[in-house]
């Protein structure tokens, strides 16, 4: 190597070298960058004869048009006094064969304009989600007014659904996350529907393809549906093909509203899973919470955040990397259409699950009568916002989004007001909504564990109510 070319190539690693060094000494993480404004789409409401709905959000930046399809009476609590589980099967299996199509021709012609096709049902909705290329718009639209119509529900195919929920069913006995999630919502719910989460084995083994298509006939209905679209295409000439699939579709009766009163504590209550030989403890601690309309919506959302539900956390902070407890403690502020929950909750051995409950609470009561750091708050804003913007960047996460204001009847500006209301929270707001819905008094505390290991380090806490892992209760303390 010549000498000129050994000079320059010291030069370039003494400067690389200087470069590594000043970014390693530098202490704080530049600062975020300003916020880019929201260049939404123009949203175009429209209604059908029959009562649907339809959104329209045209989004030209890719050759492509996504659709989710809400069917807002068909909830996972749906009938589940009568045909527990329901709503699960016809939203698998409805996409198996309809009157004129099989499932294998479904499947190929949604491949063929280049797209997807699927259902799913939770506590508030069932969603028909579907994609296709912009071309073949009017087939896909036409495909998903088939699924929604017309579902066959093959003998062959309910068959294998029931097989396949009953064996979920017995692998979801054995797996603490499950029954913890399971006995909370029951706790916190009981008889209202989100304290419904998943029937017995009979009551799957015992549906019957009349069943579904009554089900369906029931509670997928334009008038208690709407349909939003989002993607490259003309707002006229799309609504004409969604008014051509689903004009004829008929309207029926709205359900009644299944809301009633959850279950109120004068006091901490023990709901313990025994499950003997665990070495771990499973944990959920929290209440009922707020509606998803609620005005105190954003305020309880960025106390969570702040709380458990970012890597930066009070909680992880404390039982993770101070404490070591768990690897991934957490909480969730879980606000639906009827009301909501608040949890916190870790999955720790078996040693310390009593300091962990401890902690927890510690860090609750914290938040409820102390204000937060202005530190915490800005960046609590900023994850927010941050994650918020990452959502909006696809067209099925707008389409998620825009869903959300149909489903849980949300001010129609609240994509546009997201940012504001969030940026204009104060510590005295976020002080205020811990206080008022992280409730340490009153709490639900849910666990899944060794009974005999754990006992001594538990029932300080509160009355204890012991169940089996299928739900049954066993004794209390």
Avoid: C
């Amino acid at each position: 190597m010549k000498g000129t070319q050994m000079k320059l190539l010291i030069s370039i690693i003494l400067v690389t070298i200087s470069s590594f060094t000043s970014f390693a000494q530098q202490k704080t993480p530049p600062p975020p960058g300003a916020a880019r404004p929201l260049n939404l789409p123009k949203i175009t409401e429209k209604k059908l004869g029959n009562g649907l709905t339809v959104i329209l959000a045209p989004l030209p930046n890719v050759p492509k048009v996504s659709a989710i399809l809400t069917f807002r009476a068909a909830t996972t609590g749906t009938d589940r006094t009568s045909h527990p589980g329901i709503a699960q099967i016809a939203a698998g299996v409805a996409n198996e064969g309809t009157d004129t199509r099989t499932s294998k021709q479904i499947k190929e012609e949604i491949r063929s304009i280049g797209g997807s096709l699927n259902l799913g049902s939770d506590a508030d909705q069932t969603n028909l989600t579907a994609t296709a290329l912009s071309e073949f718009s009017s087939r896909m639209f036409d495909l998903m007014s088939d699924v929604t119509q017309h579902p066959s529900f093959p003998e062959n195919e309910l068959k294998l659904a029931q097989e396949n929920t009953i064996q979920q069913i017995r692998a979801n006995r054995a797996n603490p996350g499950f029954l913890v999630n399971e006995r909370f919502q029951k706790a916190v719910f009981g008889d209202h529907p989100y304290g419904f989460v998943v029937p017995d084995e009979k009551s799957i083994s015992a549906l019957t393809r009349d069943d579904l298509k009554s089900f369906v006939a029931r509670y997928y209905i334009p008038n208690a549906s709407h349909l939003v679209v989002v993607g490259d295409f003309d707002v006229d000439k799309t609504f004409a093909e969604i008014e051509k699939a689903f004009g004829t579709w008929k309207s029926g009766t709205v359900p009644p509203e299944d809301n009633p009163p959850v279950p109120m504590r004068d006091k901490r209550q023990i709901y313990f899973v025994n499950r003997p030989g665990s070495v771990q403890s499973a944990i959920y601690i929290g209440n009922v919470s707020i509606a998803r309309k609620h005005p105190d919506y954003f305020a309880i959302r960025t106390a969570d955040t702040i709380y458990g539900s970012s890597f930066y956390s009070r909680l992880t902070r404390n039982i993770r990397e101070s404490k070591g407890y768990t690897y991934s403690p957490f909480s969730t502020s879980n606000t639906q259409a009827k009301t909501g929950s608040f949890v916190a909750g870790a999955f720790v051995r078996n040693e310390v699950t009593g300091p962990t409950l401890l902690e927890i609470f510690y860090e609750l009561d914290k938040m409820r009568v102390l204000p937060v750091t202005d530190e915490e708050l800005n960046a609590a804003k900023e994850y927010s916002t941050g994650n918020f913007s990452v959502e909006l960047a696809s067209q099925l996460g707008l389409a998620g989004r825009i869903n959300t204001i149909y489903t849980y009847d949300l001010n129609k500006n609240f994509i546009e007001e997201f940012r504001p209301k969030i940026e204009a929270l104060t510590v005295a707001d976020i002080q205020r909504a811990a206080a008022k819905y992280f409730d340490t008094y009153h709490a639900a505390i849910v666990i899944v564990g060794d009974w005999d290991k754990v006992k001594d380090q538990v029932t300080p806490f509160g009355d204890v109510t012991m169940y089996d892992s299928n739900g049954n209760v066993v004794k209390s303390e």
